[in-house]
């Protein structure tokens, strides 16, 4: 499904996901992305955050900057958007007060997703919304190998802010939940400090595989992609990618920035050279416009969905 020209798409004046046509919104159910690929769906909810909000904006801006993206991959030799049906599937809607409700919409429409035989792609909006994405992911594919950027675990308790949810958790529930198969969580890009010695005590009961930032400065970013790679075979892939993960001066838009992490170009090659896995879902989240810089960090997200569905349509020329 091709992408609209740059000429069609400001005609029209509206602004999906790297100009693709939108779903039938009207349509109920799975019928909405019949014959889709790819559905991207935007979830403007950052009522989990703990520092600086603005990250429900994400999905507008990123429609906006993912408009600049061309379909030809020149690495993987690919254009992407002729592979792939990919559609724009409109936003995830909840009232920004109740976030059990909010958990409970995007996991339906995730599972509307993979129930129409699509691949779902969540531009956030914070990172508690992995959590329903997750459980929809493991209710239809059993439980999955998760490569998780970011800067921080995202395993904490309850004990922390007095609440089981925020975007401080989706980690620590995903494998509480069994929705992480044992042994294949890949955690990307931690640093900074810890609350105390056990922050990464959860990870390391469930067999985690943990690339810290020193781990990454001193292989880069290639060997430890080869070792995900090899490690998940054939197995179903979900990767979810807080753009915290990306140092804050190539993606200062987010709200809880840690200095020291990996540079645009290790995030965009991380995802590329994950080639051949089999990806069954994908989530960009944490980017806040109102903190961003000439859109640095919108630019940037909407690059990596962009690596993203490159590994998706990759998948489907097997
Ligand atoms: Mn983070
Ligand atoms: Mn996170």
Known sequence: ????????????GQTPFFRL??????????????????????????????????????????????????????????DVFERLRALDGGNVVSPPFNAGQARELVQVEVATVLEAGAIPFLAGGDHSITLPA?????????????VHVDAHFDTSGPEVWGEPHHHGTPIR?????????RGHLFQIGMRGGWKDSDERALSDSHDARIYPMDVVDVGGVGPLAREIRDRVGDGPVYLTVDIDGIDPAFAPGTGTPVPGGLTSREALRLVRELAGVNLCGM?????????DHAD???????????????????????
């Open 21 to 78: 046509p939108m779903a039938d919104l009207a349509a109920k159910g799975p019928s909405a992305y019949a014959g889709a690929d790819v559905v991207l769906l935007g979830v403007p909810y950052d009522s989990g955050t703990t520092y600086q909000p603005g990250a429900r904006l994400g999905p507008y801006h990123l429609r906006r900057t993912s408009a600049l993206v061309e379909s030809f991959h020149p690495g993987h030799k690919l």
């Open 1 to 12: 499904m091709p992408q609209q020209s740059a000429l069609e798409y400001i005609r029209h």
């Open 173 to 181: 529930h995903a494998l509480t939940e069994g929705h992480v198969k």
């Open 296 to 318: 640095i960090t919108c630019h940037l997200g909407a690059a990596l969905l962009f690596e993203g569905l490159a590994l998706a349509a990759l998948g489907s020329r097997k």
């Open 134 to 146: 997750l459980r929809a992911i493991a209710a239809h594919h059993g439980p999955v190998a998760v």
């Open 283 to 291: 989530d960009l989240v944490e980017v806040c416009p109102a903190l």
